[in-house]
């Protein structure tokens, strides 16, 4: 079992940043490749970034290449998404997800979510 607990949401004007952070619980969070979804009002939850267990094969959905970098810290069992130049298309509720497998997080089945954080980008 992994539980999942995320921070760092908050209120940023556009062109600024954040760092969300995503504690897991569980002996075995090593083993677990990470993700964040987002979902916006009236939209899909869609994939923003995946990182595998070992921290070497990472995914970035297209529109935020460049700007996000995931990362993660097994010592700390902590996954993280730097988001750097915000835009207000980026407000959205943000979750972290943990399955065991990297194209697991990316397709799907998804084991484990979090309860999100809130992320709001003003123009």
């Known amino acids: 079992q992994v539980q999942l607990v995320e921070s760092g949401g908050g209120l940023v004007q556009a062109g600024g940043s954040l760092r969300l952070s995503c504690a897991a619980s569980g002996r075995t969070f090593g083993r677990y490749a990470m993700g964040w979804f987002r979902q916006a009002p009236g939209k899909e939850r869609e994939l923003v970034a995946a990182?595998?267990?070992?921290?070497?094969?990472?995914y970035y959905t297209d529109s935020v290449k460049g700007r996000f970098t995931i990362s993660r810290d097994n010592v700390k069992n902590t996954v993280y998404l730097q988001m750097n130049s915000l835009r207000p298309e980026d407000t959205a509720v943000y979750y972290c997800?943990?399955?065991?497998?990297?194209?697991?997080?990316?397709?799907?089945?998804?084991?484990?979510w979090g309860q999100g954080t809130q992320v709001t980008v003003s123009a």
């Open positions: 990182i595998d267990w070992g921290g070497v094969n990472t």
């Open positions: 997800t943990a399955a065991p497998r990297y194209d697991e997080v990316i397709n799907g089945p998804h084991d484990y």
